[in-house]
């Protein structure tokens, strides 16, 4: 199964027939050098589309989340590779490095800046999508699974709650997410404040890397596998799987929606909510969907604040901490459904009540939008003049959209530096900021885009600082863009230091040295070290 070297791929190329020295168009190029270095044969029919074949724009959107990057003025791939085999990656690597094609890699296509299926920097381009590699093998004796990183997270959810009604795993809510880039960024979801994030619970990996060889934990070393777990996809490798430990949930979970309006006193309620929502109990998450509704049937429009909860436990004792920590909220019993967790996913992610928890092995999205997207960690409350300045902003814009989640609880506990995440102690809450719009005009794009950075610009005084951080899986391009002739480097650790603080360093010092030729690389990919920074040893390793 090993793929043939480099050095021999070459020789190949030279005694090779006519057809393929000549040059020949980049597919037939890289088809016929995944052919020759795979001996397992590609079927042309399922696992290799160019703009030719009918199906290449189904593929390319298929589970594209962003319309702003389909539309036809960005840049569009040469070949759309979708393998069907562990082998099929390696031979795809060697293949693009060996004919200088620059590679993209996808999983769940859910990158909010599309780098997953388009590259501005760098054409041409062929996208490797690994939606064929999805099977998931959950092992509950052992509280552990190996899930390929083309499975979505819902169908992950699905084969555990199958196998056992009392284990879980602590990802995103949003259930068609690709396991293999979101863990990449951290995947945190409703059980983060009882057991971290995604990534705090990866046990084992299995990568491919720059050189195509596959590399699991032990092969890897710890430096590797400490990178691969928060840095933010296609940096170091691709991940083909994930080992993952599962966590205990029990039989019955509590779910909650409650919304209030600005005439319902949303205002003061939230100000509560950013006071305690960091301390309460662990099995209590309270996350804020703050958006704009109707307040009148005339159209009057007002801001609308949901708490949507998940409570590891049933309703009586849900109302017990509620009274004690939160009764600001005035949660009543009616207000609360008790359910499997495996429908509390389901609940959390958007579904209506009576859809089958089968809908997630269709591995669907419910989200495709035109958007634009910025992250915000919170470290004091914003205070209620804050908000109110909020409110005004969110008034002015069509389709605005904030999402408020809880910290405290497990993420306090683990330290900064125990994997690239860094957004621990202290943090109250993240906000996740998102303005969407309908259509593919330039001008709508760019009128949205220019609404939300002013409203960041507003506010930066509540939010952290040195650094103002963000979450690397919310990818924001902005961040760090080179306004003054800054190098890439220096421009890279302006973004590098607000996803991952003090660990950028770490991170590139590892990017240096797995991938000295940098060919794991996207706008915002770990760089490299600049030559005049490394240490000797670094230079000597390089050369
Ligand atoms: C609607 C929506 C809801 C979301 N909800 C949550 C949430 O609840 N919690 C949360 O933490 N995040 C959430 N996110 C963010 C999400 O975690 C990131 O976008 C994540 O990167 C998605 O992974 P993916 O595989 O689906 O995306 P992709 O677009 O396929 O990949 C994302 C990045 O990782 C790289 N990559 C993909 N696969 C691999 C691989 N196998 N090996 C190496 N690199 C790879 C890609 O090249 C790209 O740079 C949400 C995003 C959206 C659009
Ligand atoms: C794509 O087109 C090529 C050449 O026309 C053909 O051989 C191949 O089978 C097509 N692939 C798919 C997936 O339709
Ligand atoms: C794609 O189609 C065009 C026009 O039909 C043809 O000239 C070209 O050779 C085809 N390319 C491939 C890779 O089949
Ligand atoms: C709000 O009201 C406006 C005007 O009556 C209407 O067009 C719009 O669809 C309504 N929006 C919602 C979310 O109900
Ligand atoms: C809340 O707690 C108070 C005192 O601790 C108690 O008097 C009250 O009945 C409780 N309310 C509910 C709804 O449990
Ligand atoms: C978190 O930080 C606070 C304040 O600095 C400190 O008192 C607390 O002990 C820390 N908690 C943990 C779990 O480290």
């Given at each position: 199964?090993?793929?043939?070297?480099?050095?021999?791929?070459?020789?190949?190329?030279?005694?090779?027939?006519?057809?393929?020295?000549?040059?020949?168009?980049?597919?037939?190029?890289?088809?016929?050098?995944?052919?020759?270095?795979s001996?397992?044969?590609?079927?042309?029919?399922?696992?290799?589309?160019t703009?030719?074949?009918?199906?290449?724009?189904?593929?390319?959107?298929?589970s594209?989340?962003?319309?702003?990057?389909?539309?036809?003025?960005?840049?569009?791939?040469?070949?759309?590779?979708?393998?069907?085999?562990?082998?099929?990656?390696?031979?795809?690597?060697?293949?693009?490095?060996?004919?200088?094609?620059?590679?993209?890699?996808?999983?769940?296509?859910?990158?909010?800046?599309?780098?997953?299926?388009?590259?501005?920097?760098?054409?041409?381009?062929?996208?490797?999508?690994?939606s064929?590699?999805?099977?998931?093998?959950?092992?509950?004796?052992?509280?552990?699974?190996?899930?390929?990183?083309?499975?979505?997270?819902?169908?992950?959810?699905?084969?555990?709650?199958?196998?056992?009604?009392?284990?879980?795993?602590?990802?995103?809510?949003?259930?068609?997410?690709?396991?293999?880039?979101h863990?990449?960024?951290?995947?945190?979801?409703?059980?983060?404040?009882?057991?971290?994030?995604?990534?705090?619970?990866?046990?084992?990996?299995?990568i491919?890397?720059?050189?195509g060889?596959?590399?699991?934990?032990?092969s890897?070393?710890e430096?590797?596998?400490?990178?691969?777990?928060?840095?933010g996809?296609?940096?170091?490798?691709?991940?083909?799987?994930?080992k993952?430990?599962l966590v205990?949930?029990?039989k019955?979970?509590?779910?909650?929606?409650?919304?209030k309006?600005?005439?319902e006193?949303?205002t003061?309620?939230?100000?509560?909510?950013?006071?305690v929502?960091?301390?309460?109990?662990?099995?209590?998450?309270?996350?804020?969907?703050?958006?704009v509704?109707?307040?009148?049937?005339?159209?009057?429009?007002?801001v609308?604040?949901?708490y949507?909860?998940?409570?590891?436990?049933?309703?009586?004792?849900?109302?017990?901490?509620?009274?004690?920590?939160f009764?600001?909220?005035?949660l009543?019993?009616?207000?609360c459904?008790?359910?499997?967790?495996l429908?509390?996913?389901l609940y959390?992610?958007?579904?209506?009540?009576?859809?089958?928890?089968?809908v997630?092995?269709?591995?669907?999205?419910?989200?495709?939008?035109?958007?634009?997207?910025?992250?915000?960690?919170?470290?004091?409350p914003?205070?209620?003049?804050?908000?109110?300045?909020l409110?005004?902003?969110?008034?002015?814009?069509?389709?605005?959209?904030?999402?408020?989640t809880?910290y405290?609880?497990?993420?306090?506990?683990?330290?900064?530096?125990a994997?690239?995440?860094?957004?621990?102690?202290?943090?109250?809450?993240?906000?996740?900021?998102?303005?969407l719009?309908?259509?593919a005009?330039?001008?709508?794009?760019?009128?949205?885009?220019?609404?939300?950075?002013?409203?960041?610009?507003?506010?930066?005084?509540?939010?952290?600082?040195?650094?103002?951080?963000?979450?690397?899986?919310y990818?924001?391009?902005?961040?760090?863009?080179?306004?003054?002739?800054?190098?890439?480097?220096?421009?890279?650790?302006?973004?590098?230091?607000?996803?991952?603080?003090?660990?950028?360093?770490?991170?590139?010092?590892?990017?240096?040295?797995?991938?000295?030729?940098?060919?794991?690389?996207?706008?915002?990919?770990?760089?490299?070290?600049?030559?005049?920074?490394?240490?000797?040893?670094?230079?000597?390793?390089?050369?």
């Amino acid at each position: 199964m090993k793929p043939l070297s480099f050095s021999i791929l070459s020789l190949l190329a030279i005694f090779l027939p006519f057809s393929w020295a000549v040059s020949n168009s980049i597919q037939e190029n890289f088809y016929e050098c995944l052919t020759l270095n795979s001996e397992i044969s590609i079927p042309l029919s399922t696992a290799f589309y160019t703009p030719n074949n009918t199906s290449f724009n189904s593929i390319l959107q298929s589970s594209a989340q962003n319309l702003r990057y389909l539309v036809p003025s960005v840049p569009k791939p040469e070949v759309i590779f979708t393998p069907l085999l562990e082998s099929h990656v390696q031979v795809a690597v060697i293949c693009s490095k060996e004919l200088n094609i620059h590679l993209r890699v996808r999983s769940g296509g859910h990158d909010y800046e599309g780098l997953s299926y388009v590259s501005e920097i760098e054409t041409p381009f062929v996208i490797m999508d690994l939606s064929q590699l999805r099977s998931i093998s959950v092992d509950i004796e052992e509280n552990s699974a190996w899930v390929e990183a083309g499975a979505t997270v819902g169908e992950l959810y699905y084969r555990i709650a199958e196998k056992s009604k009392v284990h879980g795993f602590p990802a995103g809510l949003c259930t068609s997410l690709g396991i293999g880039g979101h863990i990449t960024g951290g995947a945190y979801g409703s059980m983060m404040r009882k057991y971290g994030l995604g990534a705090d619970n990866v046990i084992d990996a299995r990568i491919v890397d720059a050189n195509g060889r596959i590399l699991d934990r032990e092969s890897m070393g710890e430096d590797l596998f400490w990178a691969i777990r928060g840095a933010g996809g296609a940096s170091f490798g691709v991940i083909l799987s994930w080992k993952i430990r599962l966590v205990r949930v029990p039989k019955t979970v509590t779910v909650f929606t409650v919304t209030k309006t600005l005439e319902e006193g949303a205002t003061k309620i939230l100000y509560k909510w950013q006071q305690v929502v960091d301390k309460l109990d662990e099995d209590l998450f309270i996350r804020v969907i703050i958006q704009v509704a109707n307040a009148t049937k005339e159209g009057k429009r007002t801001v609308s604040n949901s708490y949507n909860a998940l409570f590891l436990g049933r309703i009586d004792r849900l109302l017990q901490v509620m009274n004690k920590s939160f009764p600001e909220l005035g949660l009543q019993k009616k207000d609360c459904v008790e359910m499997s967790w495996l429908k509390s996913v389901l609940y959390i992610a958007g579904y209506p009540s009576n859809v089958p928890p089968e809908v997630l092995l269709q591995g669907k999205s419910l989200f495709k939008n035109y958007f634009k997207a910025k992250s915000d960690f919170l470290k004091q409350p914003i205070p209620e003049s804050g908000l109110k300045g909020l409110w005004k902003r969110l008034l002015e814009e069509d389709s605005p959209l904030m999402i408020w989640t809880p910290y405290g609880g497990m993420m306090s506990k683990i330290s900064e530096s125990a994997i690239p995440f860094p957004h621990r102690n202290g943090t109250l809450f993240k906000i996740q900021y998102l303005t969407l719009w309908g259509d593919a005009d330039k001008h709508s794009a760019a009128k949205h885009v220019d609404w939300i950075r002013k409203l960041y610009t507003y506010m930066a005084p509540y939010a952290s600082v040195f650094p103002r951080q963000a979450y690397v899986n919310y990818r924001d391009l902005d961040l760090g863009m080179n306004k003054n002739g800054c190098t890439d480097f220096v421009q890279a650790s302006v973004w590098g230091t607000m996803y991952f603080k003090h660990n950028f360093n770490r991170l590139v010092h590892i990017k240096t040295k797995v991938d000295p030729d940098n060919f794991f690389r996207h706008e915002q990919s770990i760089p490299i070290l600049p030559i005049s920074t490394m240490s000797w040893g670094e230079k000597f390793d390089r050369w």
